[in-house]
């Protein structure tokens, strides 16, 4: 089974002479002089990577490092300079603009951060929007509005006009409206970060929901790193551009690429993130074990107390084979190896 | 609610020139003016009613006998003189019932594009000349020579005339070839337009109340003559062609006869409207006496019109066509 | 402690003097004096080489014009062009107005008056209904009923047609940058020019009547339909756009589930806008024979009858403002916050139709509803006239020596000065002054300009129009300032003052004409007047909200340094002003010749008169167009000397009574 989304070599740039800097010297530039030399802005620089069927991608930078370019690129919403992209393995970048609207029409959907609704609609038109734009006669896309209107928990709103719903809820339009069509992929661009914090909490939870229920592919842009790590099945850093760094939030946490990466984790509470794979050390020959052994997958968090009351390390084990012992000394550093960001 | 079923005919027979018209190659400037009378109507006649009192004595007595007498729908429109003619082309206008001279006109549309008819005069005899109050003519009797002018250019200074005499002129539409005058005869003076009649006659009346020098474009037929007096400045005598090439013309206006001017497709209908206005005659006292009714008391042309007729019925009664 | 306002009004000044020039500028320290030396030196020339022009005769551009009609006299039911091209054009509208005449002749007055209240009633809110039946009643009762429907007729024609095409223009030029690029300056020029300069073209291609005056009126409005729809096009969220977008909406998809229908407030403000102008030209194309409320008040200009123009000058005000209200508050109702039961949106217009059928027939079937009754008519004639004959009999020697004074002091130098100026010394101080106040981008414009005056061969007359404009302008000014201040200061005078400028700016300019030809007779003076008269209101408007848009930080601070109320306005609100002072400077200057212009009618003389003369003297034709074209070459002149701080944006929305 080929990717969901493949992303090979994807360059945008931006400016005058934009078709004229990748495959050059000039794409060796960093931005800030590429720009100064050519007035050009690359936003997203060389970026690959896979999202498997299914998965909730997200890919993490700030504002700037070329995120929301990025996710636009996958639909073409912007148009890539180079490099190319496969949806379900078909070549993006060919499509003729017919194929493209199919493909945006029944293949992948988009939440937007700033939800973007007709203000002049209704929500159960704005939701049936997608379905009427193809075709769909009335009732039909007025019965699957509902559907997913009651899935997104808006019942009872359908009459009612965007600016007559918080922004919560009218994020569960866009949302909704992107469901109705029912594709294979959902994008979602920062949809949370116009939100109160606890609203994008609940919104967060929605998303967590829905991928359970409905278990599509989700690509994710966001700038906060909890979001990122409490939704990514595996993350993207992203900065000026590039990608720093892809992998499962465990591996952004317990072994970052660079020092960015480094910096960006280095406020996370390990000891939620990281499980015991992160912590273990090779037995000694001598040593007392405990009898009951603790899965290498469990987050640290998580074995805190049964390691701190253990006489004994205890083994760890993936499955039959034994990794190692994790014992006290293995897990305080893992407690306290964060700062927190101001000191109180 | 007839006029609506007029328009929409009027629409639907438009529609019909349409396709007619499309189908032979074109449109002429006349289409989509459909001036057949729809059934059981009598139908519209178009006047136009040019910017003098006179006029408007002439179309308001014509104007009533053909809505009263006659039994027509009557559509005055203000337009000025040339505007008019071009109004025969057009299918705007269908008559004009004081026409000053305009040779250059006739020959432009009854001659060449024969979209109008000449139905002769209205027996009103046309005198255009210049005029200055009474009093000067008192004061300075040499004034009313031509050639004595410049001497009195003085006089007529005013803040428009930029150091030379005033010559105050009507509208502008109105027959004039007193620009050409003034340069052809050497004069120290400046042409002014007042703008109307209205104004110039305000102006003259001024110029008799307050004693004030003022040299100015008049004519005849016309009711202030009946209630001040004004003197004519004699300019070199008008010879036939004289003033052939209105540049260079140098000599004072013709008299006129008033005439009747008419479209050759309201010609052609040889209606009653049409016999009416070509039978129209009358003398300037009858004219004077409607502009009187007009301008000094206060009445609408229509109830001038109304009054004149109710009175005079031996002067209409001839003109009203047989048929009818 | 006079600190704070030098501070805040560097930013403001900076801006101001070299906006149209972006880009780093260094400071020219010899600025300040350069500009009196220049000054010197024009002066100096022009005193060395000053000369009496010779007297504009029938230029080679008159000539030109004047075959060109001949040319079209001839062919016109000959030549393709016309037979296949403007005689259509012309069909086609005439068949439109017949239409709509017939519609509204159709409803009786009864039904009319009624289906104005219904259509208020469903697009605009019930109050408004109540307006618009009152303002359509008040035609009849002004005895001017079939004159206010011909008015009527012909503004729905030229408005229908602006709108169908200035709204696809507008979403074009909001779409297709290099279409808007292409329309910006078509539509400058367009609304620069003016009233009185489209009406010899359209008679020469479209003769006399209903259509041209349709479509000159339509030329007008369409500038407003056009760039408001672009505005309004513009201003759709991107963001609504892109989600539409990845849902996979075509092109049309986007633009009529999307575009449209979020610009749609701003749509109905661009009919709006449409239908102020259309209301002010129809009246002017009486002058070619269109029907209604112009024809009222052209005769009423000849026979010097104020109170005849006051009575159709007041029904022409009424209809704008009943049709401003009407659309004002649709616009308001279009705008997708505003949400109504869907019962009500769904049976209102059904209900409004039902009455209207109802009134309709009942109204032809029974006697009353044939002709307004008679009865109910009222006038202001004669009170009117009364008072203008008390006037001019009381105030003949003040008014006459006012004129004379006027003229004697400010006109004629000017005017001596101007004519004397050879056209190459006129240009260049266009190009060097020109190019200091507006950037050297206006100055060639302008340049340009006056070399078209040149070439049409009508120099003297321009320049005698251009300094009855000037005067008219520093009257305008003046008056506009001074009322502009008190309006900023006193809420309450503020208050008086909006209601007579919101009537002001929508009474025709012709209308103007009558109380000056009343009081001054005919002469420069009059159009003068009548030019301050008209150009005064939009004055006051920007003056004041300049004053007013002065930030409150800025005075609070400037007071509680202990800023007299004199200081404040000298020292801080004027000079913070600046750009809605130029910006008013520039909207009076382009209205002053519009009027100047008009005043031709009157007595005022040069272009004014020449287009006066060629639409009615058969020989002068040619000389009219010209003089038609050099008006509109004078306007751009003007404007681009004084659009320094101007932005035609802002035109747009200045030109609508507040609200």
Known sequence: ?344 | MRQVKVRLTAVAAALTMTVAVAGCGGAKSDAGSSDAPAAGSKGTVKLAINPWVGYEANAAVLGHLLEKKLGYKVDKKNLKEEISWQGFETGEVDAIVENWGHDDLKKTYITDKKVAVDLGPTGNKGVIGWYVPQWMADQYPDITDGKNLNKYADLFKTSESGGKGQLLDGDPSFVTNDAALVTNLKLNYKVVYSGSEAALIKAAQQATAQKKPLLFYFYEPQWLFAKEKYARVKLPAYTAGCDADPKKVACDYPDYVLDKIVSKKFADTNSPAFQLIKNFQWTNDDQNLVSDYITNQGMTAEAAGEKWVNEHEATWKPWIPATS | MSATVTDARVPVAAPGEDAPAPGPRRPLPGRRLLVPLLLLVTAGVYLAVRTSAPADGDGAAARFFGELRDWVDANRDTSPLFLYGFNYLRLGVSLLVDAIHGALYGLGWAGLVTAAGALAAVVAGWRTALLAVAGFLSFGVLGLWEESVDTLVLTLSAVLLAVLIGVPLGVLAARVPAVGAALRPVLDVMQIMPTFAYLAPMTLLFLIGSPAATIATLIYAIPPAIRITALGIGEVPAATVEAATALGSTRWQLLGKVRLPLARPTIVLAVNQAIMMALSMVVVTALIDAPGLGQTIVQALERVNVGAAFDAGLAIVVMAVVLDRITTRAAHRAAPTVHRSVRVRAVGPLVALAVVVAVTVLGRMSSWGAEFPAAWRASFAVPVNEATRWVEFHWYDATEALKNAVSAVLLDPIETVLTTTPWWLFLVAVLIFGALASGPRAAVVAGLAVAGVQALGLWQHAMQTLATVLVATVATMVFGVLFGVLGARHDRFARVLRPVLDAAQTMPSFVYLLPAVALFGASRFTAIVAAVIYAVPPVVRLVERGVRDVPATVVEAAVSAGSTPRQLLWKVQLPMARRGLLLAANQGIVMVLAMVVVGGLVGAGALGYDVVAGFAQREDFGRGLAAGFAIVLLGVLLDRLTQGAGRRADHDRLRQPAT
């Open chain 1, 1 to 344: 089974m080929p990717p969901t989304i493949a992303v090979d070599r994807l360059w945008k740039v931006f400016g005058p002479k934009a078709g004229k800097v990748v495959g050059t010297p000039l794409a060796d530039l960093s931005r800030a002089e590429l720009r100064a030399r050519t007035g050009c802005l690359a936003a997203v620089r060389d970026v690959s990577f896979q999202v498997e069927p299914g998965e909730v991608f997200v890919v993490m930078g700030l504002s700037g490092s070329g995120k929301s370019t990025l996710v636009r690129c996958l639909t073409r919403l912007i148009e890539p300079t180079s490099g190319e992209v496969h949806i379900d393995g078909e070549p993006v970048r060919a499509m003729s603009p017919k194929r493209l609207r199919e493909l945006r029409r029944h293949g992948v959907a988009m939440v937007f951060q700033h939800f973007g609704l007709l203000p002049h609609r209704q929500v159960v038109d704005n939701i049936a929007y997608g379905l009427e734009i193809q075709g769909v006669g009335k009732a039909e896309r007025h019965r699957r509005a509902a559907e997913v209107l009651s899935l997104v928990g808006l019942d009872g709103h359908e009459h009612q006009y965007p600016d007559q719903l918080s922004g919560g809820m009218q994020q569960r339009v866009g949302l909704a409206r992107a469901l109705a069509t029912d594709p294979a992929v959902l994008l979602f661009d920062e949809p949370f970060s116009a939100l109160d914090p606890l609203i994008r909490r609940d919104m967060q939870a929605e998303v967590r929901r829905l991928h359970a229920e409905v278990g599509k592919t989700l690509v994710f842009i966001t700038h906060d790193l909890a979001e990122a790590l409490t939704l990514g099945d595996r993350i993207a850093v992203m900065r000026d551009g590039r990608l720093v760094q892809v992998g499962t939030p465990e591996e952004l946490v317990g072994a970052p690429a660079d020092d960015y990466v480094a910096d960006f984790v280095r406020e996370v509470p390990r000891a939620d993130v990281l499980t015991l794979r992160w912590i273990t050390r090779p037995a000694r020959p001598d040593e007392v074990l405990a009898d009951q052994p603790l899965p290498a997958g469990t987050v640290i968090r998580d074995t805190i107390e049964r390691v701190l009351r253990a006489p004994h390390p205890i083994p760890v084990v993936d499955g039959d084979e034994r990794l190692g012992v994790v014992d006290r000394e293995q897990l305080l550093p893992a407690l306290i190896g964060h700062r927190p960001p101001v000191p109180a």
